[in-house]
């Protein structure tokens, strides 16, 4: 399958500052990104659909402000959590569709913890 | 609102056995239907997707699909403690939607 990596796998800050994650497609062009959330023992949760050389379409609730999502070119999208707080500490994955095949491959995921 | 049910388990199965893990889906324009396993901790890994009705197998896994009924089923042959994890039902339409996801406990 299509490799997706996810940088840094695992980041602990304090609160108020900002953590960007880097997702890369590194054997394909991805021209979609998403970008997911997820809780212990909870579900996926989709926060936002990251477009190639336009803005993302965030999911309802989530706020497009505090998670700045950038998808400058076909193969790196980055989500940047702004003026972090305890409770955005979560799983944050990524995951990139090949083309118009409908099949997704996730990053590895990033922990983030916020102090 | 599109919904993709799994029951959460835990689900013990004996190892050797047959695990069988379920799915129900609320929008009959579903196109493609997908498996991932998900390790605690560990993001999802594809391992299964199906876009006919019937099975499909590949090694210990077959995944079973009847649109009519708007279900979709993995199963797992010859159970082992490594395939302890969550399984994660996805199906696609306009977008991929996501289940709950079923926990599944293989018992050595």
């Known amino acids: 399958g299509a490799v997706v990596s996810q940088h840094p796998s695992w980041v602990i800050c304090k609160s108020g500052t900002s953590v960007k994650i880097e997702c890369r497609s590194l054997?394909?062009?991805?021209?979609?990104m998403f970008w997911y959330r997820q809780f212990p023992k909870q579900s996926l949760m989709l926060m936002a659909t990251s477009n190639e050389g336009s803005k993302a379409t965030y999911e309802q609730g989530v706020e497009k402000d505090k998670f700045l999502i950038n998808h400058a070119s076909l193969t790196l999208s980055t989500l940047t959590v702004t003026s972090a707080h305890p409770e955005d500490s979560s799983f944050y994955i990524c995951?990139?569709?090949?083309?118009?095949?409908?099949?997704?491959?996730f990053g590895s995921g990033t922990q983030l913890s916020v102090l | 609102q599109k919904e993709v049910e799994q029951n959460s388990g835990p689900l013990s199965v004996p190892e050797g056995a047959i695990a069988s893990l379920n799915c129900t889906y609320s929008?009959?324009?579903?196109?493609?239907f997908f498996w991932y396993r998900q390790y605690s901790g560990k993001s999802p890994e594809l391992i299964m997707f199906i876009y006919s009705n019937g099975d499909k197998e590949d090694g210990r896994f077959t995944a079973q699909l009847n649109k009519a009924s708007q279900y979709v089923s993995l199963l797992i042959r010859d159970s082992q403690p490594s395939d302890s994890a969550t399984y994660l039902c996805?199906?696609?339409?306009?977008?991929?939607?996501f289940g709950k996801g079923t926990r599944l406990h293989i018992l050595p």
């Open positions: 054997d394909f062009q991805a021209t979609t």
């Open positions: 995951s990139a569709r090949v083309d118009d095949n409908e099949k997704l491959f």
């Open positions: 929008d009959r324009g579903s196109q493609s």
């Open positions: 996805a199906v696609t339409a306009d977008k991929i939607i």
